[in-house]
């Protein structure tokens, strides 16, 4: 059974950080370009971040540039999302799901939800002083 399962959210203060895991079970993640999703309550999901399966390019969207690093330990079947310099607005309940588009449309659609499955159950980040 293919599964995902997210890990590492907590409460932190602005400024602060934190990584977030996701270890997949099932299948390896070696061959399997993986992205990282948020949902802040009344607003629709959105792509966060994502590492190809080929060569580990990375995506992210704009407001997180400079601040997040998404990476993968193949040996622990797992990727990360480094979180840092946190902000109130990065608020929001945080998933990690399987890309199964094409390598080749990756770069344009890595955040199209649509291409994605196996999402995990999230993992809540807030961000509060």
């Known amino acids: 059974q293919v599964q995902l399962v997210e890990s590492g959210g907590g409460l932190v203060e602005p400024g602060g950080s934190l990584r977030l895991s996701c270890l997949a079970s099932g299948f390896t993640l070696d061959y399997s370009a993986i992205g990282w999703f948020r949902q802040a309550p009344g607003k629709e999901r959105e792509g966060v971040s994502c590492?190809?399966?080929?060569?580990?390019?990375?995506y992210y969207t704009d407001s997180v540039k400079g601040r997040f690093t998404i990476s993968r330990d193949n040996v622990k079947n797992t990727v990360y999302l480094q979180m840092n310099n946190l902000k109130p607005e990065d608020t929001a309940v945080y998933y990690c799901?399987?890309?199964?588009?094409?390598?080749?449309?990756?770069?344009?659609?890595?955040?199209?939800?649509?291409?994605?499955?196996?999402w995990g159950q999230g993992t809540q980040v807030t961000v509060s002083s």
């Open positions: 799901a399987n890309y199964r588009g094409t390598d080749y449309r990756l770069r344009s659609r890595w955040n199209w939800i649509a291409y994605y499955d196996s």
């Open positions: 590492i190809s399966r080929d060569d580990d390019s990375t």
